[in-house]
């Protein structure tokens, strides 16, 4: 059962992720489907636990019941294992400043702080305990003190300091929850017992105190339950730093060194992100579309995984970059830091068993197991450069190694290049092939098409050319000059019918006035009926316009029209002087209305 990993895991080949390039830089170093082991991403790291620095697998199994065990893992074995007493919540691996240089465990159990050297209980801290409500106390006192206890008023007065946002002692919880029948009992059972608020560590983990090297003195950083973020010193855990959040801590990430420069970003339970800087908390924060699961600080980015399924990655700033949609819930979220070839990423467990690790937003390498993956880390183990340690739901072992001669650049390479998809060819729909194959034509034709598109431009110009000064000889004149008039007439029509206006402007263009002329109608009497036949003009004085209206009635009820011509005569001439001929519209036909 133990040995090579055989069907347990194999490497997925998403789309975009070439099998090849994950098989060319990982090979498969140790499973054990058999392990049965039950933690959370908080109690699996990679650290050394004796001087000679090598790193070491280290796990905090919880056990199954109340059997909370540490085991050291060196190679393809388990060497060391050690009982704890109680459940572990976070463990980490630091040098303290008294123990010349050997490395110790931290545990972290509830309100305790466990150190264990070569995996031996060595010293126990525990956090301070938080403030009590003044009349919280004060009303626990008197019930000891009085001989007669109204325990109904006693539970009222502590559910009123509760419902006013007091945050009240374990044991008040307890006594307001206690059956009315049973709280005599449980009041003489803790009468003499003081009130407490202890608080109770949510995640650990540790910063580098002058020098980032795994065997140099670091700090240990604590998150409470009381929405509260603790440094404590290597020497003897007393405490270096201690600030209020505005919300209860969810996961916490560190980068930097206590002495020179630090930041702590800290991704809180009310779906805000805020960064510490040497202690002093950030006036910006980043709010978060969901709850976050892990956290990812980088020199410049801040990788958040969310319940939301999504990956989204920030600038230390607060502006977002980015945002990736998973195909699954998120579990956990690492980074994988490879100092061989100075490679970061980001790992991302999913809920469907597969684990992706991101190099920004390209995905590179994905692997799939045969449960969701709760625990991962990736370093330095043994003397390999590069290993990720898996742990499942199911409690199954793996850890996969990165090959001593790959090529892993070309592979990262491989990985971001072009999906393959990219390289098969779709079915084109009829239109788009005949688009194409229409602007393939052009373009082998241009030049023929363009010598046939300018003949034919000029042929066009030609023609309207020839159509104008037709038009222009066939034309009926709006205007005469002769050796005794100059006149100059138009004609329109207004009116939808069957009544129209005809309007005629008539002008003299010539140097003297014009009597005895008149204008003379002519229509179809079949379709029209015109107001006035005749209509005798005054005199015409030089160069002002006159303007003579005549009313004209469609009288038949066909839809067709015909011409009406003006004459302008002059007396005792048999030519008119000029001629107008206006088109007459269709008559709209008339409504009646009863």
């Not at 509260?228 to 201690?242: D, E, M, R, W, Y």
């Not at 003297?512 to 009926?529: F, R």
Request: charged share 15%; hydrophobic share 45%; proline share 7%.
């Amino acid at each position: 059962s133990r040995g090579r990993l055989n069907g347990s895991m194999a490497t997925k080949a998403p789309g975009e992720v070439p099998a090849s390039a994950a098989a060319s830089v990982w090979m498969d170093t140790y499973a054990d489907p058999i392990a049965g082991l039950r933690t959370s991403n908080q109690l699996l790291i990679l650290g050394p636990t004796d001087s000679t620095g090598v790193q070491k697998i280290i796990v905090a199994d919880q056990g199954r019941q109340n059997d909370a065990t540490i085991k050291i893992w060196e190679g393809r074995a388990m060497t060391q294992c050690a009982r704890m007493q109680e459940p572990p919540v976070a463990i980490a691996s630091l040098v303290i400043a008294d123990s010349i240089d050997v490395p110790v465990l931290a545990v972290a159990s509830g309100a305790s702080l466990f150190i264990f050297r070569a995996l031996r209980p060595f010293y126990k801290c525990n956090l301070p305990s938080l403030d009590v409500y003044p009349q919280e106390l004060d009303l626990w006192a008197q019930a000891a003190a009085s001989e007669t206890v109204d325990l109904l008023t006693m539970a009222e007065a502590l559910v009123q300091f509760r419902d006013a946002g007091i945050a009240l002692t374990p044991l008040s919880l307890e006594f307001i929850h206690t059956p009315t029948e049973h709280r005599a009992q449980f009041f003489e059972l803790y009468k003499t017992t003081t009130p407490t608020r202890p608080s109770a560590i949510v995640c650990m983990t540790t910063l580098p105190k002058a020098l980032a090297d795994p065997m140099a003195p670091a700090c240990l950083v604590l998150a409470t339950e009381a929405a509260q973020l603790v440094i404590l010193s290597p020497s003897n855990f007393s405490v270096l730093a201690k600030l209020n959040l505005p919300s209860v801590p969810a996961v916490i990430a560190v980068t930097g060194q206590f002495d020179i420069e630090y930041r702590v970003v800290v991704a809180c339970r009310n779906g805000h992100v805020y960064t510490v800087k040497n202690g002093k908390l950030s006036e910006g924060y980043i709010q978060l579309p969901a709850q976050p699961v892990g956290i990812v600080r980088t020199t410049k980015s801040i990788y958040v995984g969310c319940m939301n399924t999504t990956l989204y990655c920030y600038s230390t700033k607060g502006k977002q970059m980015w945002a990736i949609a998973m195909p699954a819930p998120i579990l956990l979220v690492e980074p994988v830091i490879y100092q061989l070839k100075a490679f970061k990423a980001v790992m991302v467990a999913l809920g469907n068993g597969e684990l992706r690790i991101y190099q920004d937003r390209n995905l590179i390498f994905s692997f799939t197991f045969s449960s969701p993956v709760v625990a991962a880390t990736f370093g330095k183990y043994g003397g390999e450069e590069g290993v990720l340690a898996v742990i499942t739901k199911t409690g199954e072992f793996f850890h996969k190694t990165i090959r001593r001669g790959a090529d892993f650049d070309a592979s990262i390479n491989l990985a971001i290049g072009p999906p393959a998809e990219q390289s098969v060819r779709i079915s084109i729909p009829p239109k788009t092939q005949l688009y194409m194959e229409h602007a393939q034509r052009e373009k082998d034709s241009c030049v023929q098409m363009h010598r046939v598109f300018q003949r034919d431009l000029c042929t066009l110009r030609l023609n309207v050319a020839r159509s104008y000064v037709k038009s222009l000889g066939a034309a009926m004149p709006t205007s005469t000059t002769t050796a005794a008039v100059s006149v100059k007439m138009e004609a329109e029509v207004r009116g939808l019918g069957p009544t129209f206006v005809l309007i005629v402007n008539v002008q003299n263009t010539g140097p003297v006035p014009l009597v005895g002329l008149a204008l003379i109608y002519s229509a179809d009497t079949s379709m029209y009926q015109m107001g006035q036949p005749v209509l005798d003009t005054p005199m015409l004085a030089p160069g002002v316009p006159y303007q003579f209206m005549n009313s004209i009635k469609c009288v038949t009820e066909e839809l067709t029209a015909s011409d009406v011509v003006v004459y302008l005569t002059k007396d005792s001439k048999v030519v008119p002087v000029i001629t107008a001929i206006v088109r007459m519209p269709i008559s709209e036909p008339l409504l009646q209305i009863r």
